[in-house]
């Protein structure tokens, strides 16, 4: 209890520290391969451009090895001399034998106390301070209580640092790491050059040495504009003769939070938030004004573009305004962005679910791909970050995300704003329409007709779960009875006795696990259930599996799309919903007849998506994309149609969309005008010459195939023009009408029509 409370009291308000991550320092298991395999690394960074020195090269090593530690880092200003409130320890006495098994660990702190040498596990806040060769504070030992004294003053974003030993990380630190030692390039960060030279030095060079070190010290205080307490380099600590310092290029490498500064980043940019006055002190507020003022820029710029397609993609956000423009006041004041991407969600749930999915497609079409934080302008996520994370990155970075939550205010104030901060996602279904995951958008009075039959289900269903729950085995005809009974829709979460509410659990009761495994075992062999028509939009659960196995660190795998959805699924607590899944798989919507004849594709696509398909390195081959690629159907309100095909001017035709096998549909009717000026709000079809001239084709259905293509008469025949998509991400072709809300448009019910027909 003592120790929760030590680390508990380090949310209070007052605190003037944070605990951090930083993946500056190396997992044992590198430190041992970097050993082994120094002839290695030198080869392979003389590869690299970048790096020319050997503290850079050990960074990169590292970069491809993220192993996150943590570090304390300062919030607020603290006084040389002050107290660190709340950056306390407690030492537990640690018998030999219990100390051995500690051995080679780094997770514990163990602490041999100079008294009587016993060895202590340091527990507490102030296990977390790292070492430095040049520290801002001191331990001081009171009993069994270990505190903090600084001993420089320390900005915040600075790390708070002790110094361990004078060869805690080998002989004379030649393993440290920290700012200090890369900053003079030595140590961790020097070369095996700088140790043997220092091992045959004298007495009399050392004090030489140091005192060369000085006068480094103070041309690097010049340099980055620290003042001498503040400086990382400033005590003259034991440590190897410094060849050279390339400052910039080794504050560049540095990753830890508290050191965010890049080759030519002043040192002002250390500072959590960037210093635009030329060096004067910005009062606080500010400096929060003008980053509010930041956010509102960047939130009205951010785009997200994907240089390998054919254009660039404007954010939901605009795309929800453009909407929004076509309400009344009242609509448009209660319509928010959410509610605009949860109905093309139609299931709050996966909203999680589809982040993990888009950051991972993002990661997939953008190596390098970095996001600068908004508060602190560290970037938060680039090409080291592709590991996915356990949370998703916001347009926060970690630290100044956590701190928001925690107190609704920007990192370092703990002055809580005015009003709730608003957390955006990093990826915020800005690349909706590029990474082919599928939304659906539901006309109101469609969802009003949906929701009434969804409570006419729940009605069935409950009759069904007690059915259920007094036979466990269910035969092949029971539970196509059961089916039969079902209306078309989503089945409802509903009470159910046998319900198993999250994942599965390790320890299972027994009794529960055989049943749940016996209806599995029945509804998957079910072969020719009568299918409910279900309502399209479905597929988002490939996002949703996608997402899973980010979350167990790995790549996207599209085979594993149609199984591991299964198993985890949060829907699958009931038996009710495996059954659904099981039917809504590939196999079972194939046997389904289209709804409409020649605009549909007689061969189905199957209902994954392949995430290897949309990778820029690999172009899937013809039977791969007839295999794999689906037809998606998404209705957008792009202000750009993304695949422009050119025809002759002044010709008029028809529009076509090609599946992946080649298959055609159209889309608009052939042989229709062609009127530019006048836009009919409800013309079934589009001039080809909009097209061409790359006129803006507003509130358009947006149809992901294998291509696109026109056809159109020219000299008295029908020529056609086809274009095949890449990547199988969503293509919009303009189609319908100007507004959005009329959804008695011919387009908009050939949309449904696609759509219907397409589960
Ligand atoms: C008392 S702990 C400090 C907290 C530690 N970072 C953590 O998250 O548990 C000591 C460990 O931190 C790491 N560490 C701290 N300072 C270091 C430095 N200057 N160089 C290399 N590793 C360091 C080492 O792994 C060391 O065993």
Known sequence: ??????????????????????????????????????????????????????????????????HLEGCVVARQHIKKGAHIEFLDGWLAGLEDDVENTFQGETDFSIIHTSRNGNANLLLGPARFVNHDCSPNCSFSRKGKRISLRAIKNISPGQEVTVTYAKNYFGYRNRECRCVTCEVRGVNGFGTPNDYNSDEDSSDTDALTKLKRQKRQQNKLNSLVG?????????????????????SESTLHSSRSPSVTADA?????????????????????????????????????????????????????????????????????????????IFSKLSDRGRYKDLQRFFFSCAIEADLDLTLDCVNCSTPFFGPDDRIAPRRLPTRLCPRCHRHAV???????????????????????????????????????????????????????????????????????????????????????????????????????????????????????????????????????????????????????????????????????????VIIMKTIRSKRTYKRRKPEISQAVPRRQPRLTFDVDDNSRSRRASPDETTARRPLYVVPLNSDKPMCILNPPTGTSGSIFLTTASGEKITIAAPGSEFIPTEMSPLRESISINDLSQRSVVPDVAAVAVGGAGISYLANGKTRERTRAFRYPKIKTIGLTSKRTDDYSSPSWKLLQQVQSSRY
Request: hydrophobic fraction near 20%; include cysteine.
């Open 264 to 340: 030519d980043t002043p040192a002002s940019s250390l500072e959590p938030f960037p210093d635009k006055t030329g060096g004067q002190e910005v009062p606080l507020k500010r400096r929060l004004r003008q980053r509010e003022e930041d956010i509102n820029v960047e939130d009205k710029l951010f785009k997200f573009t994907f240089d390998d397609d054919d254009a660039n993609f404007t954010t939901t956000r605009e795309e929800w305004k453009l909407l929004c423009r076509g309400m009344n006041k009242e609509d448009r004041e209660n319509y928010t962005l959410h509610d605009y």
């Open 1 to 66: 209890m003592h120790y929760c409370l030590l680390y508990l009291r380090i949310y209070q308000k007052k605190c003037t520290f944070e605990i951090e991550v930083t993946d500056r320092y190396p997992s044992k298991a590198d430190t041992d391969d970097e050993n082994d395999d120094d002839e290695d690394h030198d080869n392979n960074d003389n590869e690299n451009d970048n790096n020319n020195n050997q503290s850079n090269k050990s960074n990169d090593q590292h970069a491809t090895k993220p």
């Open 406 to 576: 925690i107190f609704n205010a920007y990192w370092p104030s703990v002055e809580p704003e005015v009003e709730t901060i608003t957390l955006y996602r990093a990826w915020d279904f800005t690349s909706l329409k590029d990474i082919g995951v599928r939304g659906e958008f539901v006309p109101p009075d469609e969802k009003k007709k949906r929701k009434d039959l969804d409570d006419l289900t729940v009605s069935s269903e409950d009759d069904d779960s007690d059915d259920e729950s007094s036979d466990d085995e269910m035969s092949e005809n029971d539970v196509t009875v059961t089916l039969e009974k079902k209306r078309p829709g989503r089945p409802r979460k509903i009470p159910n006795p046998t319900r198993r509410v999250g994942r599965p659990r390790k320890h299972e009761p027994l009794e529960l696990e055989t049943k749940f495994k016996q209806k599995s075992t029945t509804t998957t062999t079910i072969t020719k259930p009568t299918v409910p028509p279900g309502r399209p939009g479905r597929v988002l659960n490939n996002g949703r599996a996608n997402g899973r196995h980010l979350g167990r660190r790995k790549r996207l795998d599209p085979e594993d799309l149609d199984t591991s959805g299964n198993e985890n699924e949060h829907e699958s607590d009931s038996d009710e």
């Open 226 to 246: 620290l003042n001498a307490d503040q400086d990382a380099t400033s005590s003259l600590v034991s440590s190897p003769a410094v060849e050279s310092i390339d």
